[in-house]
């Protein structure tokens, strides 16, 4: 059965968005593994679980109704804590329409954002 090992992002500027998901994640900078090797990837510190994420310089747009996202858990629980930190960072909010404004029992929030780059994101309080 395969495994996902890496989740890689199409961006127009790599630097930029390599900065804002280490910050956003705690992640950090794996050096290149061969000469010519370009791609900014990202990966969780030792002993802390997560998938590595990869940037590479894309020639398209990132998409408003994207096909796959990343589903953030906010830390604790604090979605709007969450939410301003991403946003500092340089995170935009979306304007989604489609989660409900007020989810039902026992559901949680979730906060569509976009990162520097365009790619949108989700920020839920699991």
Known sequence: MSVIRQLSLGVDDDERAGAFWARALGYVRRPPRYDGD???V???PP??????LAM???GSPAPDLPRIHLDLAAPDGDLDAEVDRLVALGAQRVDWPYYPAEPGPGEPRYVVLADP???RFCVAEY
């Open 47 to 52: 002993g802390v679980p997560g998938v590595p």
């Open 38 to 40: 370009d791609w900014i």
């Open 56 to 58: 590479d310089v894309s």
């Open 42 to 44: 990202l990966e969780p």
């Open 117 to 119: 780059e365009g790619n």
